[in-house]
C-alpha cells in the first residue's frame, strides 16, 4: 500500500505529460488519490494503475521526494496499456470494461 499524500510536479513533467500523454494534472491526480494498483519498478519508482474521474484507467510513475513522507514526484503519466488495464481489473475482481 502507498500514501501518496502529495504529487510533486516542475516545469520539465507537466510539459512531457502532456505533451507526449495528452494529459492533464487533474486527471493524473485522481488516478494517483482514486483506488490504484501499486508495483514495484526500477531504480525504487512506484508505478500506480488506477482510474481518472471518467472511464480511463493510466498508469503513472512515482518516485518517493528524499525527506518529505506521502510526497512523490511525477516522472510521467500516460493511458494504461491494454495488458495494465486487464491486471487492474483482475486486480480489482471485476473483468476489463
Known amino acids: ?6 504529487l510533486v510536479r516542475d516545469e520539465w513533467n507537466l510539459t512531457h505529460i ?5 494529459l492533464r494534472p ?3 491526480e485522481a488516478a494517483c488519490f482514486g483506488d490504484p494498483i501499486a508495483l ?8 500506480l ?3 481518472d474521474h471518467g472511464e480511463r484507467i493510466l498508469t503513472v510513475v512515482l518516485g ?3 525527506g518529505q513522507p506521502g510526497s512523490y514526484y511525477t516522472f510521467s503519466a500516460r493511458p494504461a496499456s491494454r495488458k ?3 491486471f487492474y481489473f483482475e486486480q480489482k475482481g471485476h473483468g476489463e470494461s
Open 64 to 66: 518517493v521526494v528524499p
Open 49 to 51: 494503475i488506477g482510474p
Open 84 to 86: 495494465e488495464r486487464r
Open 40 to 47: 514495484s519498478s526500477y531504480k525504487g519508482r512506484i508505478v
Open 1 to 6: 500500500m502507498i500514501d501518496v499524500q502529495w
Open 26 to 28: 487533474e486527471p493524473v
Open 18 to 22: 502532456w505533451e507526449r500523454h495528452g
